[in-house]
C-alpha cells in the first residue's frame, strides 16, 4: 500500500470515527418525550435507542448501527437529512453532519495563516477607521490577525503578546484568572469551542489544525472536557462583557462580519452596549495612547494592589 493510499485511509478512519462520536452524542441528548415517544421506567441509557432513531429517519437498524459504529459506508443527502430531522439538529449542526459523513462539497478550506496577507492589509486601514470602536480580524482557528487601537485598548495584554502568540482560545484556557478578559467567561468559551468543532469538521485532514487542537487538549483539562461534547455552533452577533485592566466591567455587542481580504477570517466589530460602555471604551482609548498597553496593564495591577 503507497503512502498516499495509506494517509487516506487514515483520514477516511477519522473522519468516520468523528461522525460516529457525533451521532452518538446527539442521540444521546433528545429525550423520548422531546419526540412524542414515552420514556418508560426500563430504558439503561439516556437518551433514544438506536433503533428509535433509525425508525425515526426510515432507515434500517443495522446500518444505522453501522454507522454510529463508525463502519466504512456511506450515506447519501437525503438520508442525512433524515437523520438529521430524527435527531432534531440545527441548521450549523446539520452540516456539521453533512461534512463528518464526506458529503462532495461540504469541506472546507485550510485556516488562514497569521499574519494578514499583502493582499488583505487594506483591512487594517478599515479597523482603524472604525475606532473608538475595537474591532479585530480573527481567523477560523481564533487567530488574532490585526485589530485596531480600541480593541488593544479594551484588551491589552492581547497586543502584549507576539503574534504568533495572538490566539483567543489558547489564552482563554491557559492564562491565569487575573488575566482573562471575559467576565461570563464559561459561557463563551463553550460558545467558542462550538464554532471551533465546527470548523474542525471541515479540516479533519488537515495536520495543522489537529496539531492545534492536540496542543491546546494537552493544555487544558477543560478544553478536553468541553471538546468531547461534539456541540456546534454557529458565529451570531451577541453581547458580552469584557473585564478591563482596570477592573471595570464593559458590555458590548459582538457582531462578525465575512471579508474576501481574508475568506477563512472575520471581522468582529464590538458595539458599546450602553453609553457607560461609551464613557469607558473612550476613557480607556485615551489612556492606551498616552501610556499603551504595557501602561494600562502595569496601572490595572498597582490599582489592585492599592490599600
Known sequence: MSAITTRSAAAAASRRGELAAFLRLRRE?????????????????????????????GVGVAWYTWLE?????????????????????????????HRLAGVPGAVGC????HPLPPEAQSM?????????????????????LAFNDAYAALDPRMELLSPPDRNVLWRLFTADEESQPLVD???????????????????????????YIRKLSEASPLFVQ???????????????????ADGRTVAITATGFTTTAV??????????????????????????????????????????TEG
Open 263 to 304: 475568506p477563512d477570517a472575520k471581522m468582529w466589530v464590538y458595539t458599546p452596549a450602553d453609553q457607560d460602555a461609551v464613557r469607558v471604551i473612550g476613557e480607556l482609548l485615551d489612556r492606551y495612547r498616552e501610556i499603551g498597553a504595557a501602561g494600562l496593564v502595569a496601572a490595572g495591577a498597582g490599582r489592585g
Open 110 to 113: 485550510p485556516p488562514a495563516r
Open 29 to 57: 441528548r433528545i429525550t423520548p418525550e422531546d419526540v412524542g415517544l414515552p420514556g418508560g421506567p426500563r430504558r439503561r441509557t439516556p437518551g433514544l435507542r438506536r433503533e428509535e432513531v433509525a425508525q425515526r429517519a
Open 124 to 144: 487594517q486601514t478599515i479597523l482603524d477607521s472604525l475606532s473608538p470602536l475595537p474591532a479585530s480580524v480573527v481567523s477560523a482557528g481564533y487567530d488574532v
Open 185 to 211: 467567561w464559561e459561557r463563551e468559551v463553550s460558545f467558542m469551542v462550538g464554532q471551533l468543532r465546527a470548523e474542525f469538521g471541515r479540516r479533519l485532514t488537515d495536520p495543522r489544525w489537529r496539531a
Open 226 to 244: 468541553l471538546w468531547s461534547r461534539h456541540e456546534v455552533s454557529a458565529p451570531v452577533t451577541h453581547r458580552k462583557r469584557f473585564r478591563t
Open 69 to 97: 459504529q463508525g463502519r466504512a459506508i456511506n450515506p447519501s443527502v437525503q438520508v442525512l437529512d433524515a437523520i438529521a430531522r430524527a435527531l432534531l439538529l440545527g441548521p450549523e449542526e446539520r452540516a456539521h453532519l
